[in-house]
């Protein structure tokens, strides 16, 4: 039997089973042959490592809004079975399938099949109670993104470009009563869940063979992109509120990085969810004019 040892310089440890890095997060090696630095230089495994990455980046973002739809189907039935669910009650069901299982069950599916155990998965995404420093960061992050929807949205005004409905504010907007339900599910499941998901496996996937920049980019454009299931409009205005939607996602990539602590963006990502369905709500009880001026804003919520 040959000596593992003697392997040549393209050998690599054993990976994970979508060919990320080992299980036990240990860093692969043999990447290739040593330069006069003593990197390794590039490799054709690694293009091809990259490649696989994005595709299991695109595949399980796609998968979790693809599972939330199909959940939808459930609650129906629910409803026909029962002759009608109080909304309430129909809202904490979908939010639990739509959400908990989808995005949180299939992340945590997902780093279960890599082979990673508890102690294992809480130390790849990162969860940790956030700092005071981290906390200011979450406060400063809001504001940042507060102020740029601002900007952009006068930018969009100014264009004549109109932005898609979201399906979520448009029935919040119908049925206010649920909305105090909407602000508390943003910090308990909304945040959580599609942070797991996208900050935490989608992003933490390319992470692994990709540098931060690339790697945020491309977990924020999926996130943003898979929301056009949920919005309500023309291609047009559906675009514009995806393009929109990529910034806030960018925001939340990049605290993650910086922290390396998947509550931050949670936090940050339930926070602004709540902020505008505070101002949704308000806007409803105290006026027409502020309510139309809400609407607009409603669109950029990136559930």
């Not at 990455?53 to 979790?64: F, K, P, R, Y």
């Not at 898609?164 to 029935?171: G, I, K, R, V």
């Amino acid at each position: 039997m040959p000596d593992p040892s003697s392997d040549d310089g393209t050998r690599r440890e054993s990976s994970a089973p979508d060919g990320g890095e080992p299980a036990d997060g240990s860093a692969a090696t043999g990447d290739g042959p040593a330069t006069a630095d003593g990197t390794a230089s590039p490799t054709a495994s690694d293009g091809r490592g990259v490649g696989i990455a994005i595709v299991t980046a695109l595949l399980l973002g796609a998968l979790g809004p693809t599972i939330a739809l199909a959940s939808g189907g459930v609650v129906l039935g629910l409803n026909a079975v029962t002759g009608g669910l109080p909304l309430a009650v129909t809202l904490v069901i979908t939010l639990v399938l739509g959400q908990y299982v989808a995005f949180g069950g299939l992340a945590l599916g997902y780093l279960a099949w890599r082979g990673l155990d508890r102690s294992g998965i809480v130390a790849y995404l990162g969860v940790r109670r956030p700092s005071l420093k981290e906390i200011g960061l979450i406060v400063g992050s809001w504001a940042l993104i507060l102020v740029t929807i601002i900007v952009v949205s006068i930018v969009i005004q100014q264009l004549g470009t109109e932005a898609a409905s979201n399906q979520s504010a448009e029935l919040a907007m119908r049925n206010p009563a649920i909305i105090p339900l909407l602000i508390a599910a943003s910090f308990l499941v909304i945040g959580p869940s599609e942070e797991i998901l996208y900050r935490g496996v989608v992003q933490g996937r390319l992470r692994e063979s990709l540098s931060p920049a690339p790697a945020i980019l491309i977990a924020s454009a999926i996130f943003a992109a898979v929301h056009v299931m949920a919005l309500t409009g023309g291609a047009s205005a559906r675009l514009t509120t995806i393009a929109i939607l990529f910034l806030p996602s960018i925001v939340f990539g990049a605290v993650y990085e910086y922290t390396e602590n998947l509550v931050v963006p949670a936090l940050l990502h339930g926070l602004h969810n709540a902020v505008i369905f505070t101002i949704l709500y308000i806007s409803i009880a105290y006026g027409d004019e502020i309510q139309e001026a809400a609407g607009g804003g409603a669109a950029l919520l990136p559930i």
